[in-house]
């Protein structure tokens, strides 16, 4: 049977059948399924019936994997599995993974163990779309400008509301501190085309102060989180969602009352950002080389 692509919107966002994913996959497929990542920036694969190992197989078809994370503990016995389980904490706020570090995973899985009966959404945005939608002053601007990506604050819990438990997870988040500048505009390296690289942990742009960094970081991200570059998944049992993590920011709702949600999520190796000019971005506190080879 050969794939078939569904949009599900017209910006982001495609339903991918016709191939089980549960096994080796051959090099065409392999290759369609990468070029509707590239086109739709994300892909809902339905009814997957993978464990562990079968997502971390299907993730290796893509690249090396990350370990877990930088920080948080891993599945036991599957190091570069992460449960991203809301007993843990929800992180429920605009994001691309792990980008305070100088590679940051080219693409993410999340599968589904636990759904609630009803919230714990996904949603995903594109932030090539948010690009394009500058208008051509805002653009110009943007191209210009770089932001310090970092961990080490807290992105979901305010301060007034933290516990004992919640101090806890966040001096785990926090124990290895990390800094890194990127482009605010990044360039595909496969695509070629240019995202707005920013989301929860980009925190000050270079040469400005927090307060002007604030003003001009938000404005850029009401971009990346119009409706029309969004799309809002509903999680089933048994389902995996892939996405380009060099293109796309996203954010899990917390909208389901405490109930129970768990997925485990698997990332693929990245490259180093690189900005309009070709400049890569750099590290300034923190070495991850423990958490993730450089992709090539």
Known sequence: MSIE??????????????VDISGPLAPEQVGAIREALNVHKALVFDDVRLDDAGQQAFARHLGDLTTAHPTVGAVEDAPNVLPVDSERGRANHWHTDVTFVLNPPQAS??????????????????????????????????????AEHTNDYDYAVPDEEIDEEKAAQRAQFTSITYRTAHPVVRVHPLTGERGLFIGGF????????????????????????RPEN?????WSENQLVLFD?????????DNYDGRPRR??????????PVGIEGKESYSIEGDASHYTPLAA
């Open 263 to 272: 997925l485990h999520r698997v990332t693929v190796a990245g490259d180093v």
């Open 5 to 18: 692509i569904t949009k599900v919107t017209a910006r982001i966002g495609a339903r991918v059948s016709g």
């Open 109 to 146: 899985t999340l599968r589904s163990l636990t759904v609630p009966p009803y919230g714990g959404e996904t949603l995903i945005a594109n932030a090539a779309a948010a690009y394009r939608d500058l208008p051509e002053p805002l653009r110009r601007l943007a191209d210009t400008l770089w």
């Open 230 to 234: 969004v799309l809002r998944h509903r």
């Open 202 to 225: 980009a925190q000050r742009i270079t040469g400005l102060s927090a307060g002007e960094s604030r003003k001009i970081l938000d404005l850029l991200q009401a971009y990346v989180t």
């Open 245 to 253: 993590n060099r293109i796309t920011q996203h954010y899990a709702i």
